[in-house]
């Protein structure tokens, strides 16, 4: 029972991973089933078993990237253990290396919404519980430092859109990045690793956080 359970999982996994090479590179309107069975190892038939339809295997793969999304960013952000400088430093962090994980993901996730704007409400479906558990909270603790004379007083809306903003764009525009800083660099990552610092610093910086005394 336990092979039978893990053949399964094994199987799923393979078809979602092949999924997403197919979604990332060619797009929804240009990915085909009958490729992500083929390279997934399985039947046809077999893929429509697990997942039924192109549009359920789609939501699948974003629905799971914004539920990894939204895990990484609230163990760190929502971690009370931590003070809200160290929160909003691996908050910062960790979501631009999701995205260096994950760099096909913006490009995909803005095409997809350019071109089928039906899709904006899967998105949005399965990104809402993450921004209102995240939000509500950051923005009291936010206002209680702020109360304090501790930090800035600023919109927690516009504080995580400031971040995704920022971490998002080296992966959006990388063949112009890449072009304007010619040689600044001896290759790309080295700018990321610089460019994911100045992007902490940036949001710290708009917050001011100073240590309570």
Not at 1 to 8: A, I, P, Q, R, Y
Request: charged fraction near 25%; proline fraction near 3%; include cysteine.
């Amino acid at each position: 029972m336990n092979n039978e359970h893990s053949n399964l999982q094994s199987t799923e996994a393979r078809i979602l991973q092949a999924a997403e090479k197919e979604f990332f590179e060619k797009g929804y309107a240009g990915a085909r089933t009958v490729s992500i069975a083929e390279a997934a190892g399985v039947t046809h038939a077999m893929l429509h078993y697990y997942f039924r339809t192109k549009d359920k295997l789609f939501e699948q793969i974003v629905a799971g990237k914004i539920n990894m999304l939204g895990d990484i960013i609230l163990s760190a952000i929502g971690d009370g253990n931590l003070p809200l400088e160290e929160r909003i430093r691996q908050g910062v962090e960790r979501h631009f290396d999701f995205i260096a994980a994950n760099r096909d993901l913006p490009r995909f996730i803005v095409n997809e919404v350019l071109s089928r704007p039906n899709h904006i409400e899967i998105m949005k479906r399965n990104a809402l519980h993450i921004v209102n558990s995240l939000l509500g909270s950051l923005q009291r603790e936010i206002d209680e430092y702020a109360a304090r004379g501790l930090c800035r007083k600023v919109d927690a809306r516009m504080l995580l859109i400031d971040i995704v903003s920022l971490n998002v764009f080296p992966f959006m525009a990388a063949p112009i990045v890449y072009s304007a800083i010619g040689d600044s660099y001896s290759n790309y990552d080295e700018f990321l690793a610089m460019r994911k610092k100045e992007n902490v610093e940036t949001i710290l910086n708009k917050l001011k956080i100073q240590r309570p005394c």
